[in-house]
T-cell receptor
């Protein structure tokens, strides 16, 4: 049973560009959450998707947007990249209604903005 | 709103010694509390969680944590440290909305 998979694992962009990160949840999971983890920091909640809708959102600007597909996979898009967007982006999946908080994390996509 | 404060960004203990990682939380509703571990170049893995009921929670790899409402704390302990415990540990809190808020993490170093 595959866990949470993310792609790409590493990427380099320049300021002003746009990036799309992808996530496939663990089999049987219907909810996807995205987190940004800057170097030396804890993960910061970006948003959560359930039933193809954004259900929760953290304190991130509108440059950060997402999408969830009917197969529960998800994308994170970041427009007009800034140097400060350099971070590890983590996707986590869970099963709504099966109790709180047991997130399954992927290994992340490491974004470097030059 | 919920928040978490982890005391000590780095903690060093000798192999075989007690591990104690401190976490205090703030929550406007009865909290759900979690400890996650992150090994280098990997995602996070759930160690243990408190939802309701027994305040002493046992997790994987011999770790446990105690929920103390009066102290708003959820400290993580392990009686005897092993070299393989070296990692980053994150305390986290959630209300009833499935949004999990993480602390800044504590890096645990194990000394031989």
């Amino acid at each position: 049973d595959a866990g949470v998979t993310q792609s790409p694992t590493h990427l380099i962009k320049t300021r002003g560009q746009q990036v799309t990160l992808r996530c496939s949840p663990k089999s049987g999971h219907d909810t996807v959450s995205w987190y940004q983890q800057a170097l030396g920091q804890g993960p910061q909640f970006i948003f959560q998707y359930y039933e193809e809708e954004e259900r929760q959102r953290g304190n991130f600007p509108d440059r950060f947007s997402g999408h969830q597909f009917p197969n529960y996979s998800s994308e994170l898009n970041v427009n007009a990249l800034l140097l400060g967007d350099s971070a590890l982006y983590l996707c986590a999946s869970s099963q709504t209604g099966f109790g709180p908080g047991e997130l399954f994390f992927g290994e992340g996509s490491r974004l470097t903005v030059l | 709103a919920q928040s978490v404060t982890q005391l000590g960004s780095h903690v060093s203990v000798s192999e075989g010694a007690l591990v104690l990682l401190r976490c205090n939380y703030s929550s406007s509703v009865p909290p759900y509390l979690f400890w996650y571990v992150q090994y280098p170049n990997q995602g996070l893995q759930l160690l243990l969680k408190y939802t309701t009921g027994a305040t002493l929670v046992k997790g994987i790899n011999g770790f446990e944590a105690e929920f103390k409402k009066s102290e708003t704390s959820f400290h993580l302990t392990k009686p005897s440290a092993h070299m393989s415990d070296a990692a980053e540990y994150f305390c986290a809190v959630s209300g009833r909305d499935d949004k999990i808020i993480f602390g800044k993490g504590t890096r645990l170093h194990i000394l031989p």
